[in-house]
């Protein structure tokens, strides 16, 4: 199956700073999403971006479908954007569209320090 | 806004016993999921349902069955729980749309078997 590997697996900033994760992902996709784990267990949906750029706020996403890769931005971090950011992929379409399931990285664990 | 509801959020159980995992979804969405999720190893698709009464295998689907019966229900059925089933139960759904495929997510079951 298709491998998702995600970068760094830790990191730990100070409020303020701006930050740049990375998924790595084995074969073409058409469905990718960035999920954030809050310290709770909830996740939440933060960009479905197969491919091009979106942006909500202070965060922002960008997927280079052809090279494999996408990107997940923070900016000016709070120490709300504390958790697990994961990526999730999937390269089959059941009929409905989108039903398949994901195949989720091991995530990158973010520390926002005050 | 979606809401993903799990009936439980801890539950504690002896080995041996049947176990029913609910979730119950508000938005009319066709696909519905269960993962588990492991520390160190990410989330993992158990299975999924893309319409009433069918179902599909997801990555690790032993000692696992699910029920649809009604569109906004998927219960996921652990048949003789052992203690490995101990783990975090996410349920999540989606539906063809303008973002397909993109995942809500409840809020998620604490498993644990004795």
């Known amino acids: 199956g298709i491998q998702v590997e995600q970068s760094p697996p830790d990191l730990i900033l100070q409020e303020g700073a701006n930050s740049t994760l990375r998924c790595n992902f084995s074969?073409?996709?058409?469905?990718l999403q960035w999920f954030h784990q809050n310290p709770w267990g909830q996740l939440i949906n933060l960009f479905y971006i197969p491919s091009g750029t979106k942006q909500n706020g202070r965060l922002s996403a960008t997927t280079v479908a052809t090279e494999r890769y996408s990107l997940l931005y923070i900016s000016s971090s709070q120490t709300t954007d504390s958790g697990v950011y994961f990526c999730a992929v999937s390269t089959e379409m059941y009929s409905g569209g989108g039903a398949d399931g994901l195949t989720f990285g091991k995530g990158t664990h973010l520390i926002i320090q005050p | 806004d979606v809401k993903v509801t799990q009936s439980s959020r801890y539950l504690v159980k002896r080995t041996g016993e049947k176990v029913f995992l609910e979730c119950v979804q508000d938005m009319d969405h066709e696909n519905m999921f269960w993962y588990r999720q492991d520390p160190g190893l990410g989330l993992r698709l158990i299975y999924f349902s893309y319409d009433v009464k069918m179902k599909e295998k997801g990555d690790i689907p032993e000692g696992y069955s699910v029920s649809r019966e009604k569109k906004e229900r998927f219960s996921l059925i652990l048949e003789s729980a052992s203690t490995n089933q101990t783990s975090m139960y996410l349920c999540?759904?989606?539906?063809?749309?303008?973002?397909?495929?993109?995942?809500?997510f409840g809020s998620g079951t604490q498993l644990s078997v004795l």
């Open positions: 074969d073409s996709v058409n469905n």
């Open positions: 999540a759904s989606s539906s063809p749309g303008t973002d397909i495929g993109k995942l809500f």
